[in-house]
């Protein structure tokens, strides 16, 4: 209850007091404070980001899963994004008897807001429009004070279902890029097992100390493949990154197809705690603020 109630203050008051909202998140998350005045690690400097830089315009329209469409094609990137059945101002919009057997529908203004249909014909398209409906009503930028949502004009849209050649999800890769240069990524293998792992690797393939799978690899030397794609993707990610002081470039490579997944400003809202000290510490020593 008292988690709830904590929960709805913060929300109410996202936007009035940002620095103490933010503050009293970390506080929670980590069970310390956080001082602005001595930031080192990336969780930390993304809240300073939440402050001074994800107001600005461009932000907001490469946070809108729509109008990011626009920025790609900007920078000449085009090419990888993913196919777009439609966009909808609201769940009355939406004909599924003309849309394909398999498609994704996502709300535009935040994370976590898809449903992932692989077949139509066991949709439950009452349950699916009232979780869209009620999507399109929440201020996902309130919920842990994520300016760079607050202003994106809400919609539904529908993209191609994507898999990979085995007809599971599809290995997607995570570029973390500072001031234009991609510096790690992180590349997600086995979700079809409901058992994934997450492997860090430097931009010449080359395993990093930044998680417990890539460190269980390192010490039992085992080898990952790199990907036909890999190279594609590093150069996508620097044209996708020259305009931020911090950007994650999200793809999937789907038989050496690179596909535009999308650009994240905030990872876990900069609340990670699952993540080691150590590459916390390391990549926050890559973005200079």
């Known amino acids: 209850m008292i988690k709830k109630i904590v929960s709805k203050i913060l929300r109410a008051n996202a936007h009035r007091f940002p620095k103490q909202c933010i503050k009293l998140h970390y506080l929670i998350c980590f069970k310390k ?39 790609v094609r900007s920078k000449g990137c085009g090419e990888i994004l993913n196919e777009l059945y439609g966009t909808y101002e609201s769940v ?9 057997e398999r498609f994704a529908l996502k709300c535009n203004h935040g994370a976590g807001y898809n449903i992932i249909c692989d077949d139509k014909n066991k949709l439950d398209r009452d349950n699916t429009n009232h979780l869209l409906s009620k999507w399109m009503k929440q201020d996902f930028s309130s919920l842990s004070v994520e300016p760079q949502y607050k202003n994106i004009e809400r919609k539904i849209i529908c993209e191609k279902y994507i898999e990979n050649k085995n007809g599971g999800y599809p290995d997607d890769y995570k570029f973390y890029c500072f001031n234009g240069e991609p510096h790690a990524v992180m590349v997600c293998q086995g979700r079809e097992n409901g058992i994934p792992k997450f492997y860090y690797f430097d931009m010449g393939w080359n395993l990093l100390p930044y998680s417990i799978d890539s460190l269980d690899a390192i010490n039992n030397n085992y080898h990952i493949e790199k990907p036909d794609g890999f190279d594609a993707m590093k ?26 997944g999308e ?17 916390d510490i390391g990549l926050g020593d890559k973005l200079d603020i």
């Open 33 to 71: 404070g956080i001082d602005f005045n001595n930031i080192k690690t990336l969780n930390e400097k993304i809240q300073w980001l939440k402050l001074h830089e994800l107001h600005k315009d461009i932000y907001t329209q490469c946070a809108d899963k729509y109008k990011v469409r626009e920025y």
């Open 92 to 100: 009355n919009e939406i004909d599924y008897d003309k849309l394909p």
């Open 235 to 260: 150069s996508y990610a620097k044209q996708l990154s020259t305009d931020f002081k911090f950007v994650r470039a999200d793809f999937y490579l789907l038989n050496a197809k690179v596909l535009f």
């Open 263 to 279: 650009l994240t400003f905030t990872p876990s809202a900069g609340l990670d705690v699952d993540r080691l000290e150590q590459t």
